[in-house]
């Protein structure tokens, strides 16, 4: 096994421990990405394309544009009408939804008349 291939077995073997240990103590409601990452002492990094699921799961954002560094930090922070703009070329609409942005485009959408 390659050192590569070992270390992501590692890993993989810490997030399935975590998430046993937190089903066993706290049940299936507690079982997030936050609470396995933290369980396993690790941090998860994942490539979202679905704008609400990532500001929903995540902690913090980086935005990239061109193989570069937009923004980063807090989803708050990153997550902005200005920035989704600069990045996707979007005219969006960002409302709180319990606490996490939930993004509304408008992009494409046309009036429809009254029939």
């Given at each position: 096994m390659?050192?590569?291939?070992?270390?992501?077995?590692?890993?993989e073997?810490?997030?399935y421990q975590a998430a046993?240990?937190?089903?066993n103590q706290d049940g299936l409601e507690q079982l997030?990405?936050?609470?396995?990452a933290e369980q396993?002492?690790?941090t998860i990094i994942m490539a979202l394309h679905d704008l609400n699921h990532a500001a929903r799961i995540s902690d913090q954002l980086i935005a990239l544009k061109d193989g570069h560094v937009l923004a980063h930090g807090p989803v708050s922070t990153v997550m902005t009408a200005a920035n989704l703009k600069t990045?996707?070329?979007?005219?969006?609409t960002l409302v709180d939804y319990?606490?996490?942005?939930?993004?509304l485009t408008y992009n494409?959408?046309?009036?429809?008349?009254?029939a």
């Open positions: 390659t050192k590569t291939r070992r270390r992501g077995a590692e890993l073997n810490a997030i046993r240990d937190i089903l997030t990405f936050a609470n396995v396993a002492h690790r990045i996707f070329n979007i005219d969006a319990h606490g996490t942005p939930l993004i494409g959408c046309q009036e429809v008349a009254p």
